[in-house]
Structures are given as C-alpha cells and as structure tokens.
C-alpha cells in the first residue's frame, strides 16, 4: 500500500535524523580552538580563537553564534583565549577555566564576572560537572606558560599554570584537549581515571610538542582517536599531520589519526 510504504519511509526519516541529533558534533576552526555541540544540544567552545588567521570565515562564525553555554579556556594566551571575551558578552556563556586564569580573564580582558563564578571555576586535579550532570570537565596538568596580555605589547597578568581538558559527554565520548604542552610522563595518569576516545594533540613544535614527542603523549594517553591541533597557522609552527602520522606508526601507537579540515563539523559516537 504505498501510504503504508510512505509512512515508514518517513518514520525511518525521522528516527535517522533523531539518532543524528543524538550523536556528538566537533568542529575544528584551527589553531586549538573548537565547538561541541552534545547529544542535548548544548554548545561549548574550547580555546575560541575563532578570527584567527587561517580562519577565513572566523568574524562570520563569530557573528553567527546564538547559543553558547560554556567557554572552556587552557590557559591565557591570545590564540587561546581568542574571541571568548566578545562572545561571552553576546552569548551569556560561562567560562570554564582554572581560578586564576578565570580572575585573569575577568580583570584584565573584561569578561563578565557574573559568568565566571565558582560553579565554573576549578582548578588542577578538580571535576566539574555541568549543564545538568551531561558533562564533566576535569583539569589536568600541561606544561607550558598561561599569563594573560590585554595587548601584545602589555606586561603578561599572573593567570597561574596551564591546563588541558579531559571532557566526558554523557552518551557521547570523552575528550581530552591537552592546551599547549610538551609530553610529560604523567600524562599516563589521565588514562588510570579516564578512557580517553578522541585526544585533540598539539602537534606543531616551536611552542609545544612537535609531532614525534606528541605521538609518544598519544602513547601514554592510550587514545582511541587523535585529531592534531596547534599546527599550520603560523609558519614557525611546523609540525604536520603527515609527519605526526609516521611518528604514530613509527612509535607504535595504536590510535587512529583523523585529520580535520578547518572549518570542518564532525559526529561522535558515544564512547
Ligand atoms: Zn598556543
């Protein structure tokens, strides 16, 4: 009967788009910077440094954001902190960030203090969980600096010790976003509390790790999935996927590299 055929044409319809929806969506905009969007729709950024410059569209993305929940930020470097600033104001998102780089941000750039208050602030080795029970974010280590700059030329503003992100979706995967580091042995710990499915890698040299040193991280971590990040944007940050990619396999790691587009949205299963 073709109504009957047409009815569960359109059931299977809407059932496919409803498992869609349920899946975890990245994006990568470069540099460190990304969006999730959760199996409930609720939207974070990490390090949002959207206008950044091999982001030709980063001002329209900015502009078209309505709806952000949390910003989530490493440390207080500019091409971390990024637009988070101008798109808090707009967006009322909280910031996600340790206790001083979170009374950095709010002090020295502007960032709406009634969105930064201790439900969102933690610090190193702390849990959050937010937006209802849907997400937890933990602070782990990274080794690196996090002073934050109103401008290039200003005196850096204490902000305390980087961090990573190890962010765990309920019904989506968990994340682990390491900021800007070198590899340290420690990192072997974040795998004891945490089964870690997509690793975002700092991979371009100079700054952080290069690519060798971040396949032996992705050794430690013992990630399902790594995205390389941190690569490209300048020319002193040299590293690439390719030669990450032959660090993986030369070193034995059993991950697999899934290499993003700028710009480019990806689903995520649960974990
Ligand atoms: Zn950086």
Redesign the pocket.
């Known amino acids: 009967m073709p109504q009957r055929a047409l009815f569960i044409a359109l059931a299977e319809r809407i059932l496919f788009s409803l498992v869609i929806a349920m899946d975890t969506q990245l994006t990568w905009y470069g ?2 910077a990304f969006k999730i969007v959760t199996p409930n729709g609720h939207v974070l950024l990490i390090d949002p440094w959207l206008t950044n410059p091999v982001h030709d569209r980063g001002k329209d993305e900015v502009a078209g954001l309505k709806r952000v929940d949390l910003i989530l930020v490493t440390h207080g ?1 500019s ?2 902190v990024g637009d988070a600033v101008e798109i808090g104001k707009k967006t009322r998102a909280k910031l996600v960030a340790t206790f001083d780089l979170s009374a950095a941000i709010v002090t020295t750039l502007g960032y709406p203090s009634e969105l930064a208050d201790v439900e969102t602030t933690g610090h190193i080795g702390g849990t959050l969980t937010l937006l209802g029970g849907e997400i937890a974010v933990t602070f782990v280590p990274a080794w690196h600096g996090s002073g934050v700059s109103k401008e290039e030329t200003a005196p850096s503003v204490y902000a305390g010790n980087p961090a990573g992100l190890v962010i765990a979706i309920r019904g989506g995967p968990t994340i682990y976003h390491t900021g ?1 580091t070198d590899l340290f042995s420690d990192m072997a710990l974040v795998s004891r509390f945490h089964k870690i499915d997509i690793m975002l890698v ?1 991979i371009g040299d100079h ?2 790790m290069g690519p060798a040193r971040a396949a032996e991280a992705v050794k430690l971590v013992k990630a399902r999935t790594v995205i390389p990040m ?1 690569y490209g944007t300048f020319p002193i940050l040299t590293g690439t996927p390719e030669a990450f990619g032959r660090e993986l396999k030369q070193r034995g790691a059993k991950a697999e590299l899934r290499v993003m587009r700028i710009g480019e949205t990806i689903s995520l299963g649960a974990g």
């Open positions: 540099q460190s470097h091409d971390h800007d700092c700054f952080t941190h």
